[in-house]
């Protein structure tokens, strides 16, 4: 049984809201007294009303609990329903603590399920299971709402060992392990990513023939099929959930379309919007941004223009997400105007851009060589108060170390410090690039040196890029000394890593060294691809050539 005394400092329910009680009395007759059928019938209708408030139903409770005899217990169970039903599940189980206290309270199992479900949604399952110990304290039986609710709460925290344990318990006991039961293990098992134990408890489901699997059965594993790439296991069991004579919902369909479109698989996802539509079932917002995002990432822009226009025509009201979709397939394909129209756009369905809008854009300018443009969207993201993030530079700085300009790379490296923006590694290996293609070797390594100093992890193309710079240069030492360096740091060269070394070593006409290379590369398991035969034929052609 819960305590029904209170932490030492805070006043029970009761003695904080007893300035409801003069609200309470506004209710009753004119003799200032009310009956308890009357508080009864009075506390029903408010809860049922849809309009009952919180500090009404503090002062209906203050009152209810000082009466003699006591309300009903459905009076009680009405009154929690009602808050419960008003996420304010502390208060509920503040007040539950409360009337345990009362020798002449007598909870039921509908009581006790309010409580329970209220203590899972505040994630204290292990209180929840002291609330059906006391069920049987009291001589009374957990009914299928109890145990359902349970095991959603050990399921929502991730505890499938325990909600496992739980489910044998149901149906070992006999209970009535009904859909919801099963529905819940599955989705359980699915989001701490066990997607086969669900097709397991799938299969059981159809097995034990109790009852019969839903579209809720179905959809959290074809969700999470969908989300791994897994795109055939999940049209399989699509395909099984329509041999059961389930008909999919618009989040099945919404899932496999995702997909579909996620994984470049666009003609079937097409085929199931038209199978969707012709079944009846409405796509939603997700739905249609799935499909705008795959058309704009294949550059089909005006077929995703035709899709916006459908989807606002049926009132689906588009996002950022929406427009972040569209203005990145416009920048793909260089259609500068439609993209700034519909940042403009935007304001007209009270959506403002985010940061990753104004990067999109960023980013396209910079592709395109325009710096200047790019420079000059930055000014007015900081105007709009938006400020750039460390993406916004790179781009920026990629930009730049392209059009060689290495001066304004160092004022915005400076900029970037300034305000508070940390370079990251992709940053770091931009500028490493640049300076290493423009034989700056010397302030490459400095650079280099200061990643690591600054507990920077690097990663392969920083090692990659400072090799390609000393090959360049023709320091094939300095070159070979870094490769070794990368090993021994536990960073593991790539093909390109040895095509670089193993094709400055050739240049560097010391053949022995590029051979005794390969033979490493074929040990490593790396498999040679054509630049390495490339380089092979080179040797064989300078070995042909020194013995003539």
């Not at 039903?85 to 208060?91: E, K, L």
């Not at 940042?343 to 960023?362: F, H, K, Q, R």
């Not at 709009?384 to 993030?389: C, Q, S, T, V, Y």
Request: hydrophobic share 40%.
């Amino acid at each position: 049984m819960l305590t029904t005394r209170f932490p030492p400092g805070n006043a029970s329910i009761s003695s904080l809201f007893g300035i409801f009680t003069t609200q309470f009395r506004s209710y009753a007759s004119f003799n200032g007294e009310i009956s308890v059928g009357h508080l009864e019938k009075l506390v029903q209708s408010r809860c049922k009303s849809g309009f009952l408030t919180v500090n009404e139903a503090l002062g209906f409770f203050n009152s209810m609990i000082q009466m003699r005899p006591m309300p009903s217990i459905w009076a009680f169970n009405h009154l929690l329903g009602a808050l419960s039903n008003m996420n304010q599940y502390s208060t509920v189980v503040s007040m539950y603590r409360e009337m345990m206290g009362f020798d002449d309270f007598r909870p039921e199992v509908g009581t006790m399920n309010i409580v329970i479900n209220c203590l899972c949604r505040l994630e204290k399952v292990k209180l929840a299971f002291s609330v059906k110990a006391t069920i049987f304290k009291r001589g009374l039986k957990p009914d299928s709402h109890t145990l359902n609710t349970l095991l959603h709460g050990l399921c929502k925290e991730g505890s499938m060992v325990a909600a496992m344990e739980l489910f044998r318990e149901i149906t070992e006991k006999e209970y009535l392990c009904d859909v919801a039961g099963y529905a819940t293990m599955i989705n359980g098992f699915c989001k701490v990513g066990e997607i086969r134990k669900a097709l397991e408890m799938l299969k059981q489901m159809y097995n034990n023939g109790r009852c019969k699997p839903v579209v809720h059965c179905f959809t959290p594993i074809i969700d999470s099929f969908c989300k791994e790439g897994l795109l055939d296991e999940a049209l399989s069991v699509f395909r099984d959930m329509l041999n059961c004579g389930v008909l999919p919902n618009v989040v099945c369909y919404t899932s496999l379309i995702h997909g579909l479109c996620k994984f470049g698989r666009w003609e079937e996802a097409k085929g199931f919007l038209v199978d969707m539509l012709d079944c009846g079932v409405s796509p939603n917002l997700r739905t249609y941004n799935a499909l705008v995002d795959s058309l704009c990432k294949e550059e089909r822009t005006m077929e995703a223009l035709s899709l916006f226009a459908v989807m606002t025509r049926k009132g689906v009201e588009p996002t950022i997400v929406t427009f972040n979709s569209l203005i990145f397939g416009f920048c793909k394909s260089s259609q500068w105007s439609e993209a700034t129209q519909f940042l403009e756009n935007m304001a007209c369905y009270g959506i403002s851009p985010d940061i990753v809008t104004l990067n999109t854009m960023l980013d396209g300018r910079c592709k395109e060589g325009n710096t200047a443009e790019a420079l000059y969207l930055v000014e007015v993201m900081m105007e709009k108060g938006f400020l750039p993030d460390v993406v916004s530079y790179n781009s920026l700085l990629c930009a730049l170390c392209h059009s060689g300009k290495l001066e304004e790379v160092n004022r915005l490296l400076i900029d970037m410090v300034n305000l508070n923006i940390f370079p990251d590694i992709f940053t770091l290996n931009i500028v490493l690039n640049a300076l290493s293609e423009e034989g700056m070797m010397e302030k490459a390594q400095k650079l280099f040196e200061a990643m690591i100093e600054h507990g920077k992890e690097l990663d392969t193309i920083s090692y990659n890029t400072l090799i390609k710079g000393y090959c360049l240069q023709g320091e094939m030492d300095k070159a070979n000394g870094i490769f070794d360096r990368m090993t021994l740091e536990g960073v593991h060269p790539n093909t390109i890593s040895y095509n670089t070394l193993l094709s400055g070593f050739v240049k560097a006409e010391r053949i022995d060294i590029a051979l005794k290379l390969l033979k490493d590369m074929i040990c490593t398991g790396l498999e040679p691809d054509y630049v390495t035969r490339n380089i092979l034929a080179s040797i064989l052609a300078y070995r042909l050539e020194a013995s003539i």
